[in-house]
């Protein structure tokens, strides 16, 4: 009998397309938390918000290639915490997996305040009243319900949600973008022109917005120890999210003014204000109905991502085993805790997505550096070093150092806000 290998040639066809991955990188990047961008970064205005995103972009991206760097050497689908506890210790691993637990209850509770503004906007626009906490309470026990089938249940409704925020996406942005205002994005009919004031306050949320680390093991896991394709995966995933985001500024800063923004902030900046602000000032049905659409999918796709991670990070740490009763036990342990926080703060939208960022400073960007620091002094990093050297480590430390001492003055009312 003979026996063939294959070629070069067609061991890359059969391999995992560079597309794949880097849409998994941009749908976990992409998702409700986008409302709060041009909020949060009114006071910076555009130009100064582009020049934030892009420096954003660029340390997360770098941060997360060090996770890369120090992840190839070791097995493959070793995870975050593996490699985090060879390197840097047990104790280190404790905290790290701490602000990831909160990270993820933060966001879960996030989003139920946004699923209850989305659906009381929605209410709202087909002639009926429902309250934001019973909405955001409504629609949690569906998604609780849905985590509790299946991981294959979550994978099915999260490919159906994507495909239709994908569509509703483009749109929706191509009626906006044909409504912007140059005067507006411009800011030329306003007399206050101080922006860099505003500058650190948006730092957290940048952060928060560029959030895709813990799946650079999973794109290990899928690709094999292939730095070059895992690389192009990350570059291009950030980017295509990058890319959204700016689309997302011009659209919403190129229809509402720099001074009414202080409205949407000061009435908690939550989804549902901002989507009535923009049909508002459009005057467009259409355009309305196609926000309300958008939003609706862009919570519901964060949500059951977010969820889902925070569901089997909890069964593995609390060793609820698969079964329906066990499934049971860690879906009340993941859903009622925020469930309970968005019944009596239904409008923490902004602060809970703030809050994450202080967080993910940690595990998203401090960590990484850390872990390519001691990856190289233990092993010298052979197979892919991220570039820059000790000069890149330390830009990374200093954003996430920034990032958090910027939150913490933020909560005790030290820094400038456009409100």
Known sequence: ???????????????????????????????????????????????????????????????????????????????????????????????????????????????????????????????????????????????????????????????????????????????????VQPATLLNLNSADNHYWPYLLVTLPFCLTSFGFHGNVPSLMKHYGKDPRRIRACLVSGTLIALGLYLVWMLCSMGNISRDDFKDIAQRGGNIDVLIGALGSRLNSANIDLLLTFFSNFAVACSFLGVTLGLFDYLADVLGFDDSPFGRLQTAAVTFLPPMFCGFVWPEGFIHAIGFAGLAATLWAVITPALLAQASRKRFGSPRYRVWGGTSMIALVLGFGVICAVSHLLYVFDCLPVWH
């Open 1 to 179: 009998m003979r026996v063939t290998s294959l070629s070069p040639a067609a061991a890359v066809e059969r391999s995992p397309s560079i597309l794949g991955g880097a849409m998994i990188i941009g749908g976990t990047i992409v998702g409700a938390g986008m409302f709060s961008l041009p909020v949060v970064m009114s006071g910076l205005w555009f130009y100064g918000s582009v020049a934030v995103l892009l420096f954003a972009w660029f340390c997360t991206l770098h941060s997360g290639l060090m996770i890369l760097e120090a992840n190839l050497n070791y097995r493959e689908g070793a995870s975050f915490a593996t490699i985090t506890g060879d390197l840097l210790g047990r104790g280190w691993n404790r905290l790290n997996g701490l602000s990831i637990v909160f990270v993820l209850y933060t966001l879960t509770y996030a989003y139920i305040s946004a699923s209850g503004s989305v659906i009381h906007h929605t209410a709202q626009s087909l002639g009926l009243e429902l309250p934001s906490r019973i909405g955001g309470l409504a629609f949690t026990l569906l998604v609780a319900f849905i985590v509790w089938l299946s991981t294959t249940a979550v994978s099915r409704m999260t490919t159906v949600v994507f495909g239709a925020k994908i569509l509703a996406f483009f749109l929706t942005f191509g009626g906006l973008f044909g409504h």
